[in-house]
Nanobody
Framework: QVQLVESGGGLVQAGGSLRLSCAASGSTFSINDIGWYRQTPGKQRELVAGYVSGGSIYYVDSVKGRFTISRDNAKNTVYLQMNSLKPEDTAVYYC??????????WGQGTQVTVSS
């Protein structure tokens, strides 16, 4: 079992910054991939940034150059630094992990709202 707890969402003006945190606990040794998704009403969840198989880092095109994913293995925490935020970045952001047994885990989500 893996538990994921997000924090750091909030309301920010366009051009501002936020840092999201995802603290993992439980069987963290079994995590293979971990990253951040986001979802807006009526749309599917979208992978925004993540550490994917083989150790690569993925970013969706719309956030490249603005968002940075990082991790602190000692704290079992993954971060998403979001700079130059745009109103279209408004969404609920979810931390997601896949274990070596191909089991998905999701956090509860944190709201990010960017005002114009």
């Amino acid at each position: 079992q893996v538990q994921l707890v997000e924090s750091g969402g909030g309301l920010v003006q366009a051009g501002g910054s936020l840092r999201l945190s995802c603290a993992a606990s439980g069987s963290t040794f079994s995590i293979n991939d971990i990253g951040w998704y986001r979802q807006t009403p009526g749309k599917q969840r979208e992978l925004v940034a993540g550490y994917v198989s083989g150790g690569s880092i993925y970013y969706v095109d719309s956030v490249k150059g603005r968002f940075t994913i990082s991790r602190d293995n000692a704290k079992n925490t993954v971060y998403l630094q979001m700079n130059s935020l745009k109103p279209e970045d408004t969404a609920v952001y979810y931390c997601h992990a896949i274990t070596t047994g191909w089991i998905d885990y999701w956090g509860q989500g944190t709201q990010v709202t960017v005002s114009s």
